[in-house]
């Protein structure tokens, strides 16, 4: 990390590794020539294996919730029955784009911190029948809680096989495993500012064969996130409307990265950081606010202390460097947030740890100088395999 650049701990953007700011610095090229077309190819390929799909993938120019509103639009039409399960702020949006278009939306809530259970989510599948889709969050960036996604789903296949399961992804594709096509997930959604260590500014959306041909009878009206241009064009090579090509150029770079590094290492290293902040969060005398059996392994959420000011805690950590986030919605001025997602090291994780006890102690609070950065040392060094115990003996031989 360079030492002179801000710790940026939000869940996206992420910070951008070298190699990828460079190659978003690149010239323009024709976005209708070969060297898109080949680019183009190569990131959709490449992202396959990511998603767990053999299906179609669009990329689309918008942000992450224009991606969830093309889940939406190419396969729903308007008074369609939608079960919109919420466990936090995103979860609320997905269904209230649905509802923006038009669909019949219900409202399944979950107590935020917690997870969809997958007994309460069968309860609503027998109680009420004909939806035709479910909405879903992978990773809800808002609690810090990631769903039990295959769980979730064969609920939904068992009690209501026609409905389709979109699924917002946008803060977990990428950073941990997704299996969309054994899992039998219809639309999955992810943002190239998360996993992809890229600036905001892409969607990429894949859709299951059964989503695709939803998409020949939805009625909601669609014309620039329409995926079936999105589709066609990208099998000539090209995207329907102007791409954001410096983007292009840094998901290229990010997918290239991620692939030298190898799948499993990627999510390996997501759950050893998101280890290592758990731990030297609960170190430094934080509650953690999600329920910890579906801690999120890209972000994580602790409740701000009553008898802590959260503004001069949080200008102090700025003025050390790091960035965290606050909460969001009606959590806003309750939690703080610390991102672990895409471009992250165990040792910017070890940082930030470093950054929250120096202004923890400066503000006279309790906290034992080193207690958070060992936690987090040896959280991590356990979620690599190396117990601690073992560390210490390796280090004194
Ligand atoms: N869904 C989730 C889970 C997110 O974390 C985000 C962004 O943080 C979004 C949707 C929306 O993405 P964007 O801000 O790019 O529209």
């Known amino acids: ?95 209230k784009i649905a509802r923006t278009y038009g669909a019949d939306v219900t409202k399944l809530d979950v107590e935020w911190g917690q997870a969809a259970d997958p007994a309460v989510l069968r309860a609503e599948l027998q109680r009420e029948s004909g939806y035709k889709a479910v909405l879903l969050t992978h990773n809800e960036t808002s609690t810090a809680v990631m769903n039990p996604i295959p769980e979730l789903a064969a609920v939904v296949h068992e009690l209501a096989p026609d ?8 803060s977990g594709l990428g ?104 731990a030297g969060l609960v170190a430094l005398g934080f509650e953690l606010f999600a329920d910890q059996r579906f801690a999120s392994r890209t972000v994580t959420a602790a409740r701000v202390p009553d008898d802590l000011d959260w503004k001069a805690f949080n200008g102090e950590l700025k003025r050390r460097g790091l960035i965290l986030a606050g909460g969001q919605g009606k959590l806003a001025g309750k939690i703080f947030r610390l991102g672990h997602l895409g471009s992250v090291t165990v040792e910017e994780i070890l940082g930030a740890m470093s950054v929250l006890e120096f202004t923890s102690i400066g503000m006279g609070r309790a906290v034992r100088p080193g207690a958070a950065v060992a936690a987090a040392q040896v959280a991590a060094l356990e979620s690599f395999g190396v117990t601690a115990v073992a560390a210490v003996g390796a280090a004194r031989a």
């Open 163 to 170: 409905a389709l399961i979109l699924v917002d992804s946008v």
């Open 1 to 95: 990390m360079d030492r002179f650049e801000p710790n940026l701990r939000i869940p996206g953007p992420t910070g951008l590794p070298p190699s990828v700011r460079e190659v978003g610095a690149h010239q323009m090229i024709n976005h209708r020539g070969p060297e898109f077309a080949v680019m183009l190819e190569r990131v959709l390929t490449g992202m396959k294996p990511f998603f767990g799909t053999t299906s179609d993938i669009a990329m689309v120019t918008t942000a992450g919730t224009g991606g969830l509103e093309a889940a939406v639009v190419n396969t729903l039409s308007p008074g369609d029955r939608v079960l919109g399960v919420s466990i936090g702020s995103f979860g609320d949006r997905f269904a």
């Open 175 to 278: 950073a941990v495993p997704f299996e969309m096509d054994a899992w039998g997930v219809d639309v999955v959604v992810t943002g190239s500012q998360k996993a992809w260590m890229s600036a905001p500014g892409l969607a990429m959306i894949a859709a299951s064969p059964r989503a695709w041909a939803a998409m020949e009878t939805a009625t909601m009206p669609r014309f620039y996130l329409d995926l079936r241009a999105h589709r066609d064009s990208h099998a000539a090579g090209q995207t329907p409307w102007t791409p954001a090509v410096a983007v292009v150029y840094q998901v290229d770079e990010g997918i290239r990265l991620m692939q030298a590094e190898g799948a499993a290492g990627v999510f390996a290293r997501h759950e050893a950081c998101a280890a290592a902040a758990r």
